[in-house]
């Protein structure tokens, strides 16, 4: 070996343990790592049945099941574009280096998944492998469905196939180089994909058991709620400190008792995924509005208290950003308090009192009350932004109450104003945004 | 015998002397079809006195004067009284007012040869024939007490509903002459009043509408109430044009309270026991909609093809002196001026309320239009006209929406499925999804200065032409008679001046006539212009109108009156401006000045309004006040925030959160000066509207050196420092 | 399952399902149709109601929430002392012209002068912004309620 050779072969060599150094420190721990119990392989456990459906659906056929699965899963919402259909794709979703677009997951055999095989199906939900072998973007979070066990997997796929095909191609994307290079994803997965079905940890609770794999194989909380790290994949060493993904703030869901649900009431998490809200915290809205409208409303209640019991366990980690404390009731009058931005309080006056009051208690709903609610106390003010920009529905089983968009009739100016106006009114600290912050939201928005 | 006799045909040749903007009304004649529901015939045995179509007058006294033109907020039932009042000598405290029945054979607005409320025109149009109609009225009273005392007629005089001859000192009630003025021969040439006589006209007299509207017992068209009524709520198919598909009423028939669900060609109906019940079958309802070949269209693309059309060669509406000669030479200024499509959104939403039985068809309902609406109901329920009555209430709003029949068209197709009434309401996003639409309009202003005056100007509109739908014999020589009316009948003298016109109609959009109607683009597009132009002039903007204005006393008068109440030259704080709009317009004068300060982020702060009218007579100077009050805010809604936008083939506004409307926290102090003019009056309805946009406009200039010439403002162009 | 209420001081019995809007529960099946459709959204107030004397749009606000609670509508505001007022300052300022909007205006600037006695410019725009009158009355109702206030005639 000659000289070079062999200052090539060194630098080769200090140059893996660089990368599988990188690769450790960067993928970082599991989702499911700090639980730290003992795990067993999914056929071995016998204390309960962490996988597949509740109990009433246990004797259901395959479709049913499968049904019940891709909505815990929540596939609909981001394979169905605005007035679309249901799961024939096409949602754009706005990244800073361009469009991409959702596919058509019904068995339409030309634009959609007609062509899959079951072990195509597997590949591309628990794998990111496309039947053509292309791969796919983690837009679509397969490191979490990676998790689902087969026959999980193929009872949607099941299902997918019950439905009617429909033919409807999704726009190409519109990645700009070098993110338009699929193959390049082939490391990305290799690095940050587990491949692994979940496995029971013998040192919880059947119902947490259930809880871990209902959070984090199907309903995928950590995709939005976990911070990302630089390769832009889950950094669960601040497993659900809360994260901004798609133009939202996704609020810490860890036990921390200040800034996480340490100190939500067991009924309260339950209410609010089961309705969207919860009395004193606010309603959900934007993509966690979505995600209990198309999938936590429509789980079996064991469910979802599987989902609380084990995000009971999550340590907490705090927000260094929120207060302490959610601020009390502001005054009745408009003249007492915190009188901040005069812009935002003609805006509110013209288009939000009404709803939401001076005091910021609902005179119509407690939905659509704003004390308490970490979306006024998050002096960042982005949900607050958001939700005044595109608005938001809930459904209850008493009927929809629903916010319209304002966005396309107010200014980035106005938008600003208002948010920082209620941020200071109803919160603990009044925001700062700015009309550019505002124009940066409605780009981060999916269409 | 029920007689429109004393109602002299010559009104319509009056009207134009008297100053309708749009002289080429007059030119045809519409025949006049035959009246459908005759209205209550004189019954002699009843003993009221009912000369004519609209005066009756009971043996108590009560007079009823029965009402041509809508009610809609503009207070004509109140003007309209006092001009009947006025020459009938009635008692004022005794009089009511009734709508009166389609029948344009009785009723028709002389300008428009139809029973239609519009354009500023019932003042104008009904001054002389009522008149006429109280005078003669009276004169009959007059003759039957004369009778009865035996003197001569002409020794007894009238007076708050009595009759009085002076010299034996004996007065007797109208009540009481009721019977025998019936018997009455209606005089053949009857004096009207002189001005300087009136008791009523002229006086702010308070409204008769408004008592019953602040207690909640008025009843508009959505009020309507009837046995067995159930409640309909609708979709129209989201795109222009498009068809219904197929529809899956599973869902919409299990909610509790849902009756039936109507398809017709356009439109699905959701029949409920309530509005509630209704809307959530329709909610429920899955329909596919055939979107045809419409549904690529967007404002976008109209704006491009709008674009392109006006550059063409239009027809020539109106020419004076040489215009190429005039444009050769001198300094040359040019602009283009756009304004957006734009929604009524009157605040009582679209509904009609219909009972189709075997027999007949019912419709209670508030529009600008009935006869119209009468005889596209017939057509639509398959009955005859006679057979269809008309229920007119007042009206919440109607801003031009309401001179369309279409709502009621389509409750008729939907209340035929049924043998109940049905209440057809329209949700404010179907409201503003399917309205018909303010046209899209491009003026191009081509001028010249020579010495700081104008020596040529150039004025070509391009745009829909309603009126070749609304009234196709108006639409002649390829003009648009109303889309070019400010622009020819400009205050300012100019030596060389041409108006053309080019008829660009957008792509399946319905476009109707809003409140303000043609002027609205015309008065923007040359009073920016003005602006502008003065500028270029270095001349003062009041100043340089002032020089152009020396042909036309009424405008300089009341240019002159706003310069001086609104402090004009007086100095201003940074980024405060004050702008100036002058319009002749509906034959009325009106000159106007915007205060307004424009914040560094580009917030728009209304400081202050003043506006002068010259309106010849004011029947009734509060209301007069009133309109131009509210017609300023109406056009400050539109100049701040109104545009209707369209992509794929949908409007994409809805709601009061994405069309949005000027409200009290941003309304300033308004003064409204209503001069004295002894003129026939003008009208007032709307030309308050076409004064807020050019005025505010014109302030942003002053204040803030952008001379903006689109609309709606963006504010984003305003803010101090921030690149746009 | 009846439902009841009591507006104008008066119980009202009636089937209606829990999430209706009291707007159509008073409109279409008690028949008192003084309170207005405008927007449904709450955006507009052509539908304010009082409910425990405070100014509500009554076309977000379910009938089960009023259950207990005192509902007035423009139909009795006038045998209130404010509403009173109101009325009478809102005929002699001649607010109105179509009005449509006016019930709404007025409950909300009746319930205004119960909890602001005196109300500014401030106070006015605080309560009032949120009814949207298209005919553009708005000089004449900051009059007419500060004529309401000071008892004041035209």
């Known amino acids: 070996m000659s000289r070079t050779m062999r200052i090539l072969a060194s630098l080769v060599v200090i140059a893996i343990v660089a990368v599988a150094l990188g690769v450790f420190i960067i993928r970082g721990p599991g989702p499911l790592d700090f639980a730290g119990g003992t795990k067993v392989a999914l056929a071995d456990y016998r204390a309960g049945k962490p996988t597949g459906v509740p109990a009433r659906l246990e004797k259901a056929n395959l479709v049913e099941r499968g049904e019940y699965l891709a909505k815990a899963a929540d596939c609909m919402v981001c394979h169905t574009s605005p007035g679309g259909k249901d799961y024939s794709g096409g949602l754009g979703f706005k990244l800073p280096f361009g469009t991409l677009y959702s596919t058509n997951i019904t068995p339409d055999k030309e634009t959609g998944i007609g062509n899959y095989s079951d072990q195509d199906f597997l590949d591309a939900v628990q794998r990111g492998k496309r039947h053509d072998g292309a791969r796919l973007y983690p837009a679509m979070p397969y490191t979490s469905y990676t998790y689902m066990s087969d026959e999980d997997v193929l009872a949607v796929k099941a299902y997918l196939f019950s439905l009617p095909a429909v033919r409807a191609k999704p726009p190409e994307n519109t990645l700009s180089f070098p993110f338009n290079q699929r193959w390049a994803m082939m490391f990305w997965s290799a690095v940050f994909n587990p491949d692994t079905r979940f496995a029971p940890d013998t040192s919880k609770s059947p119902e947490w058991n259930r809880g871990a794999y209902l959070a984090e194989a199907l309903a995928h909380c950590g995709e939005c709620h976990t911070p990302r790290n630089l390769g832009f994949a889950l950094d669960n060493r601040k497993k659900f400190a809360g994260a901004i993904t798609a133009g939202w703030q996704a609020f810490n869901i860890s036990s921390d008792k200040a800034t996480g649900l340490g100190n939500w009431r067991d009924e309260d998490l339950i209410a609010y995924l089961s309705l969207g809200h919860a009395p004193g915290h606010g309603a959900a809205s934007g993509p966690m509005g979505e995600a209990v409208d198309h999938s936590f409303s429509q789980f079996a209640p064991e469910d979802v208290r599987s989902i609380v019991a084990y995000l009971r366990s999550v340590p907490p980690v705090p927000s260094p950003d929120l207060p302490a404390t959610t601020a009390p009731v502001a005054p009745a009058s408009h003249k007492d308090g915190v009188t901040a931005d005069a812009h935002g309080k003609k805006v509110f006056a013209s288009a939000c009192a009404s709803c939401h009051g001076w005091s910021g208690e609902s005179p119509v709903s407690p939905m659509a009350t704003l004390t308490g609610t970490w979306t006024v106390n998050d002096p960042a003010a982005t949900n607050v932004a958001q939700i005044v920009l595109s608005g938001t529905k809930r459904h209850t089983p008493d009927g929809a109450l629903s916010m319209p968009a304002f966005g396309s009739a107010y200014t980035d100016d106005e938008i600003a104003a208002v948010a920082n106006y209620v941020t200071a009114r109803f919160g603990t600290k009044g925001s700062k945004l700015t009309a550019k912050d505002v124009a940066e939201l409605r780009e981060q928005t999916a269409d | ?724 | 399952m009846a439902t009841v209420l009591t507006i104008n001081g008066e119980t009202k019995s009636f089937d209606a399902p829990p999430e209706m809007p009291l707007l159509w529960v008073l409109r279409d099946i008690l028949g008192m149709t003084g309170t207005k459709f405008g927007c449904g959204i709450a955006q507009c107030g052509a539908c304010t109601v009082h409910v425990d004397g405070k100014a509500v749009r009554s076309c977000v606000l379910p009938v089960s929430a009023v259950a207990n609670r005192a509902v007035t509508t423009i139909e009795h505001v006038g045998g209130t002392p404010s509403g009173a007022k109101v009325q009478k300052a809102w005929l002699d300022a001649e607010v109105i012209q179509c009005g449509y909007c006016q019930s709404g205006q007025i409950m909300s600037a009746a319930a205004l002068l119960v909890s602001t006695p005196n109300p500014d410019d401030a106070d006015i725009d605080a309560a009032m912004a949120g009814n949207i009158c298209r005919c553009g009355t708005y000089v004449r109702i900051r009059e007419a309620i500060k004529q309401a206030a000071n008892g004041r005639q035209s």
């Open chain 2, 1 to 724: 015998m029920f007689t429109d006799k004393n109602l002299p045909n010559v009104s319509r040749r009056a009207l134009l002397t008297g100053g309708l903007a749009t002289g080429f009304l007059l030119a045809f004649h519409l025949p006049l079809r035959a009246a459908a529901n005759e209205p209550e015939q004189k019954d002699t045995t009843d003993g009221r006195f009912a000369p004519n179509a609209f005066i009756r007058i009971d043996e108590t006294g009560r007079t009823v004067l029965m009402m041509p033109q809508v009610e809609m907020g503009q207070g004509v039932y109140t003007s309209i009284a006092m001009i009947l009042a006025e020459e009938l000598d009635a008692d004022w405290a005794k009089v009511e007012v009734q709508h009166a029945p389609p029948n344009d054979k009785l009723y028709a607005n002389p300008v428009f040869g139809l029973q239609a409320t519009g354009g500023s025109t019932s003042i104008r149009a009904w001054w002389k024939p009522l008149r006429a109609a109280g005078a003669s009225a009276r004169a009959m009273l007059v003759q039957a007490a004369a009778a009865q005392w035996q003197v001569d007629p002409a020794s007894c005089t009238a007076s708050k509903g009595e009759v009085v001859h002076a010299a034996s000192s004996r007065k007797i009630g109208y009540g009481e002459l009721a019977l025998a003025a019936q018997g009455q021969t209606p005089p053949k040439d009857v004096a009207v009043k002189d001005p300087k006589d009136f008791v009523i006209i002229g006086q702010p007299l308070k409204r008769l509408d408004t008592p019953d509207k602040v207690n909640g017992k008025v009843v508009y068209g959505i009020d309507a109430i009837l046995p067995n009524m159930k409640i309909a709520v609708i979709a129209n198919c989201p795109v222009f044009g498009g068809k219904v598909g197929k529809v899956d009423d599973t869902g919409a028939m299990k909610v509790a309270g849902v009756r039936k669900i109507v398809v017709l060609e356009d439109t699905v109906a959701v029949i409920g026991d309530h509005t509630w019940a209704a809307q959530k079958g329709l909610e429920a309802l899955k329909i596919e909609w055939n979107e045809g070949p419409n549904a690529k269209i967007s404002t976008k693309d109209i704006w491009q093809d709008l674009r392109a059309a006006s550059e063409k060669d239009g027809a020539i509406a109106k020419s004076v002196g040489d215009i190429a000669k005039g444009l050769a030479s001198g300094d040359r200024f040019e602009a283009s001026f756009e304004l957006p499509f734009l929604a009524h959104a009157s605040m009582e939403p679209i509904n009609a309320t219909v009972h189709v039985r075997p027999d007949a068809c019912e419709i209670w309902t508030g529009t600008q239009i009935m006869t119209r609406v009468q005889a596209e109901a017939a057509k639509a329920a398959g009955v005859p006209v006679d057979k269809v009555i008309v229920n007119q209430h007042l009206l919440g709003g109607g801003f031009g929406r309401k001179l369309e029949p279409d709502m009621v068209v389509a409750a008729v197709k939907i209340a035929k499925q049924v043998d109940y009434p049905v209440k057809v309401i329209w949700t404010r996003e179907e409201d503003i999804q399917h309205d018909v639409y303010r046209p899209v309009y491009r003026d191009q202003v081509t001028a010249t200065l020579v010495d700081g005056k104008v020596s040529a100007w150039k004025y070509k509109i391009a745009g829909s032409a309603v009126i070749a739908r609304w009234l196709p014999p108006a639409f002649q020589k390829g003009i648009d008679i109303d889309a070019v009316d400010a622009a020819a009948d400009m205050p300012y003298d100019f030596p060389n001046f041409q108006v053309e016109y080019v008829r660009a109609e957008p792509p399946a959009v319905p476009t109707g006539f809003w409140r303000g109607v043609g002027p609205n683009n015309n008065v923007f597009a040359f009073e920016c212009a003005m602006d502008e132009l003065a500028r270029k002039a270095g001349k003062d903007p009041v100043e340089f109108r002032r020089a152009h204005l020396t042909k036309n006393p009424r405008a300089l008068a009341v240019l002159n009156l706003v310069a001086e109440k609104s402090g004009w030259g007086e100095r201003l704080p940074p980024r405060v401006g004050r702008g100036v709009c002058v319009q002749p317009s509906f034959a009325s004068y009106l000159a106007t000045v915007v205060e307004a300060e424009i914040d560094d982020i580009g917030e728009i702060v209304l400081r202050r309004i003043t506006s002068v009218i010259d309106t010849g007579i004011a029947v009734n100077p509060d209301t007069v006040k009133a309109q131009i009050e509210g017609g300023l805010i109406f056009g400050l809604t539109a100049a701040l925030y109104g545009e209707i936008t369209i992509d794929k083939g949908r409007v994409q506004q809805s709601n009061f959160h994405d069309y949005r409307m000027m409200r009290i926290n941003e309304t300033p102090k308004i003064e409204v000066i209503v001069v004295k003019s002894g003129e026939a009056p003008g009208g007032i309805g709307e030309a308050g509207v076409n004064a807020g946009p050019p005025a505010l406009r014109n302030a942003i200039y002053a204040a803030t050196g952008v001379a903006l010439r689109r609309l709606p403002i963006d504010r984003k162009l305003l803010a101090a420092g921030r690149k746009a």
